[in-house]
């Protein structure tokens, strides 16, 4: 199986920046596509960013130009690097990938990390 571990969340003020990391873990034979999602109290969860396997990404409109995705699949990583802030941005944000695993072997399924809290505020 496959174990998915955000970290870096926290409060920072309007303006400020944050990068969040994102951990797998387990029997990993082939990463398809890792994202990063979030969801705000009181709505939907919503897609973030995305980063295929050939390097093809994807933003949400709101993000666009601020938030930048990366990846090391060699050393099981995916980032987010948040720039400028807004306080529309407080969610919790959670790693998302669609992984391959060598036991058990069926295929790729998805899987979620637990969520880490970006607070933005004054």
């Known amino acids: 199986q496959v174990q998915l571990v955000e970290s870096g969340g926290g409060l920072v003020q309007p303006g400020g920046s944050l990068r969040l990391s994102c951990a797998a873990s387990?029997?990993?034979?082939?990463?398809?596509?890792m994202a990063w999602y979030r969801q705000a109290p009181g709505k939907e969860r919503e897609l973030v960013a995305e980063m295929s396997r050939d390097d093809y990404r994807k933003y949400a409109d709101p993000v666009k130009g601020r938030f930048t995705i990366s990846r090391d699949f060699a050393k099981k990583m995916v980032y987010l690097q948040m720039n400028s802030l807004k306080p529309e941005d407080t969610a919790v944000y959670y790693c998302?990938?669609?992984?391959?695993?060598?036991?058990?072997?069926?295929?790729?399924?998805?899987?979620w990390g637990q969520g880490t809290q970006v607070t933005v505020s004054s």
């Open positions: 998302f990938g669609n992984i391959r695993s060598d036991y058990p072997n069926v295929g790729f399924s998805n899987y």
């Open positions: 387990g029997r990993i034979f082939s990463i398809n596509l």
